[in-house]
Nanobody, 126 residues
């Protein structure tokens, strides 16, 4: 049984930082990247960052490049999203998702999302 659980969301001021965590359990099939995506009220889902199954490749949406950093622990069961210099437009519910990949060393923030958790709310406001 695959489970993904996001945590770490909070209310922060513009320019502040947060670190989100995604704990993954029960995964046993194929090469799946992990993708963080977000959804603001009335907006479409938008990929934010991804890390390949191997952990060797990361990608970021242009809107967060240089501000966010994705990482994974050695056991490959926890993925983090360090978010710095947060902006009001970053306000959204953040989800982590599995995304099946044909190779262990690639990922895409525009890839198919196969499963995700409940999400965690990030609010950036003064």
């Amino acid at each position: 049984q695959l489970q993904l659980v996001e945590s770490g969301g909070d209310l922060v001021q513009p320019g502040g930082s947060l670190k989100l965590s995604c704990t993954v359990s029960g995964f046993s099939s194929g090469y799946s990247a992990i993708v963080w995506f977000r959804q603001a009220p009335g907006k479409e889902r938008a990929g934010v960052s991804c890390i390949s199954y191997s952990g060797t490749t990361t990608n970021y949406a242009d809107s967060v490049k240089g501000r966010f950093a994705i990482s994974m622990n050695n056991a490959k069961n926890t993925v983090f999203l360090q978010m710095n210099n947060l902006k009001p437009e970053d306000t959204a519910v953040y989800y982590c998702a599995t995304s099946r990949s044909p190779r262990p060393d690639i990922c895409s923030v525009k890839g198919r999302f196969d499963a995700w958790g409940r999400g965690t709310q990030v609010t950036v406001s003064s």
